[in-house]
Each structure stands twice: as C-alpha cells, then as structure tokens.
C-alpha cells in the first residue's frame, strides 16, 4: 500500500479521519509506504520558512497519530528523486485532456487565478509516479482523490500497453465513513485545510477553539436526531465524525443519540473530539522540539523508499530505451 498527503498547511480533523487514522491499520497489515508531498505542495505558493516547517510538522503528525517509521516506510517525496524523473517520464503518457478533466484543477486553478502554472496542471502525472514507483495493489485516499488514482491507472495501463508488464496497476481504498469529512460551516463542500475558516477544525486548534467551533456547527430545525445526508447534512456530518471518532455507525450513533435535541449530539462530538486530538497535540509537540531526530527518521525512511524506487527506475528507463541504464 502507499498514499501521499500534501505538506501545504496545518492538517484537519478531515486529514486525520480520512487519512491519518485509517493509515494506523494498514501499516500492521501490508508493507506501506507513505510520505510527504512536498514537491506537490509548491503547486501554489509557499513561504520558504511556512512550507519547511508544514512539511517536518506533517512528518510529526504522522507519527503522533500512530504511524511507527520503524513499521513502515515514511519519507518525503523530494528526498527520492526518482519521484520527479518518473513524473517528467510520465508526462508523455498523459493526455492534455485527460489532465483539463480534473475536479482538483479545476478547483484549485478557480481558488488561484493568478498562479494557474504547469505544475499545477501536471500534478497527476506526478501522483502516479509517486505511486507506480513502488507497485502497491491499494492506495487509501479520501473521495476527492479517487479521480487521480483512476487517472493512475490508465497511466499504468497504457505504459504496460506500450511497452509490456511494468507497472502495478492499483486501486483506490476509501475509507467507508470518514471519506468526506464536511465543512461544519457549509455540509456541501469538503473541510479542507486549505480553507481558514471556522469551518474547518484544525488538528493545531487548542480545546477552547475545537469545541467552539463543534458548537457553532450548522445543523437544520427539523430537531430530530436521525442519519440523513440527503436531509439533514450539517447532522450526518457530525454523527460521521462521532462515529469515526468511537468506532460505531453513524446509524448506531443516532439511535444512541435520538430525541428532539441537537445539543448532546454537539457535546459528544466535542468530547470524542477532544479525546482523541489532544494526546495526539502532545506527541505531536514532542516531536517537533527535535528537528534533528525528525530528519533522522526521514533519512532512513528515503534511504529505504530509494531502493524500491530506484530499482523501477530502472527497468522503465532500460524498456524505454535511454541509454546509461
Ligand atoms: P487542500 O485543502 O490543500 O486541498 P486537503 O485538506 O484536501 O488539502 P490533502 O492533502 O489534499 O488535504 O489530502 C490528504 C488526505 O486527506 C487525502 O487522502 C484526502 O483525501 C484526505 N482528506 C482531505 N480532506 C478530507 C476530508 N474532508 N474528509 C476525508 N478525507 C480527507
Ligand atoms: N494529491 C494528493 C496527495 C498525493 C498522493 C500521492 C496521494 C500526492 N501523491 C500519491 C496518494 C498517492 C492529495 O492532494 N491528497
């Protein structure tokens, strides 16, 4: 298995439920590689000192909510060069029409208008070099990347096509609750890191902040505890959480919960919110008082990371026909 999360800001209680939490599983159960995006990230643009400190404090994150570097693989994409050489490689097997149909450009070029630059419009053919530089059969994402792991695999497909059996062929792993964490402001869009809003919950929030903003969380007037996304989708959001958050079903959840009152759902989301965030703020600190010893550990993580990496390198590079391999 292997994913990737972007070291573009402060992570959200939407990155840990749909990413971070789940990635705790898989790293007991399948060989897993997982890193940094940092060459991702500079897609729109970062402050030298905010993007170098995003992208220790997303290595810090991945450890404090329980991925163990002696486990798994951990690592930052630019540490492994062959990251970028693949994507570039890649490039010339993806189609200008395959990349102006993606959701996450089309939104991220409407949110940046006056930075609308290549990378941003490639970004998929890097993706899947991150991704098929390792072969795994499963890459666990959120909902919104569904669409880049499709594009992935018709990248593999017709490389395989053209120059016989190189490349795994994965699929995507949606988590089956958690995959789309909703704003608490707004239930149709996705609480995004990206979006400073009271909307988002961000895992750096302290206690006073996380439950204010569960307070403030849009609901309806229909006062009644039910599972409804259709209907009552500020609700759904937040049975969703509380039923990632204490490993139940939002259905079981408002069963527990049901009655005229939205104000003990609030409470218990806040309580399960804070129960598992703040043990995870405390490693999380610990971890970033000691740069030394984070880039130790991604040291190791992209010394081990190279040799798969490199190793597939080397056999595209080899049926393509570049010399020097
Ligand atoms: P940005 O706001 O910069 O687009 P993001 O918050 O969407 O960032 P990503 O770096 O794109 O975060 O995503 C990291 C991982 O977290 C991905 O697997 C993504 O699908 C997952 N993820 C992000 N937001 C949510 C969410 N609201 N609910 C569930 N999973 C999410
Ligand atoms: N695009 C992803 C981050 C990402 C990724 C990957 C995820 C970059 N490379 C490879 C899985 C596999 C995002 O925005 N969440």
Redesign the pocket.
């Known amino acids: 298995m292997l ?7 402060q ?5 840990l ?4 939490i789940p990635f705790n599983q898989y790293q007991n159960t399948h060989n897993f590689y997982v890193f940094m ?1 940092d060459h ?2 500079i897609t ?1 643009r970062q402050d030298p000192k905010t993007f170098r400190e995003n992208t220790y404090a997303l290595a810090a994150w991945y450890i404090a909510s329980g991925l163990n570097p002696d486990v798994c693989t951990l690592f930052a994409q630019s540490h492994v060069p062959a990251h970028t050489e693949l994507g570039w490689i890649l490039n010339s097997f993806t189609q200008m029409g395959e990349l102006e149909r993606m959701t ?1 450009f089309k ?2 070029s409407q949110q940046h208008k006056q930075n609308i630059n290549a990378g941003l419009f490639t970004y998929p053919a890097l993706q899947a070099a991150d991704i098929l530089l390792y072969h795994p059969h499963e890459v ?6 569904r669409q880049h792991i499709e594009l992935t695999r018709d990248i593999a497909t017709r490389f395989n096509g053209i120059y016989g059996d190189t490349f795994t062929v994965p699929k995507a792993v949606i ?1 089956k609750v ?6 608490l402001q707004d239930p149709t869009k ?6 400073d809003s009271i909307g ?1 919950i961000f895992l750096l929030d302290n206690a006073k902040t996380i439950e204010k903003k569960l307070k403030k969380a849009v609901t309806d007037t229909k006062e009644n505890v039910i599972y409804d996304p259709q209907n009552q989708a500020g609700l759904a959001n937040l049975l969703e959480i509380y039923a990632t958050l204490t490993n139940t079903t939002p259905q079981q959840a408002a069963e527990d919960m049901a009655g005229p009152q939205y104000g003990p759902v609030k409470k218990a989301v806040i309580d399960a919110a804070l129960t598992t965030i703040i043990p995870i703020q405390e490693k999380y600190q610990t971890l970033m008082a000691d740069k030394a010893e984070l880039d130790n550990i991604l040291a190791k993580g992209a010394a081990k990371a190279s040799l798969k990496a490199n190793q597939t390198l080397l056999n595209v590079k080899q049926k393509m026909g570049y010399t020097g391999v």
């Open positions: 994913s990737g999360i972007q070291a573009s800001g992570p959200s209680l939407g990155n439920l749909g990413a971070l995006a991702h990230a729109v996450q939104d991220k666990p994402v959120g909902e919104d990347q988590p958690a995959a789309r964490v909703k704003d996705k609480m995004s890191k990206s979006n988002t």
